[in-house]
């Protein structure tokens, strides 16, 4: 075999361990819920909360707050769009507020879950025999005792 065919066959062998790890499955889950989790996130601000600030404020939408700016007298205002900056804002406050909370609510219930006694149930063949054990060497003490 050529040392071309060997390196390649290391290298899809090494790759298909890589892949197959569990790491990168839950990592790969992860970033799938994670996009869909921000499409969430985005409409409950864009299509929710939004509407009740720009009636808060009084204006049509958010994201078209704006004030516009001109350097030089006869060259076209700049416009600057701040209501967009602001809706990138809140969109990253809520998002990291619900992210926050979910993951607090996980360790909660981790730690209540570890924290929880683990009720050890020993069968009766083994409670007999342990008394069993217990009674034979409180007789073979009191035979030692006894003796003395």
Do not use: C
């Amino acid at each position: 075999m050529s040392k071309h065919k060997e390196k390649s066959k290391e290298f899809w062998a090494g790759f298909k361990s890589f892949i197959s790890k569990g790491n990168l499955l839950d990592l790969a889950v992860a970033v799938v819920i994670g996009a869909t989790f921000t499409a969430i996130t985005a409409s409950l601000v864009n299509d929710i909360i939004m509407p009740f600030i720009s009636a808060f404020l009084g204006s049509a939408s958010i994201e078209e707050l704006s004030f516009s700016l001109t350097i030089w007298r006869n060259a076209e205002p700049t416009i600057i769009y701040y209501g967009r900056f602001l809706q990138a804002i809140i969109l990253f406050l809520l998002t990291a507020f619900v992210l926050y909370t979910v993951v607090k609510v996980i360790i909660q219930k981790r730690k209540d879950f570890i924290k929880k006694p683990i009720e050890v149930v020993i069968p009766q063949d083994i409670k007999l025999l342990t008394e069993i054990n217990e009674s034979l060497k409180k007789l073979s003490s009191n035979q030692k005792s006894d003796v003395e």
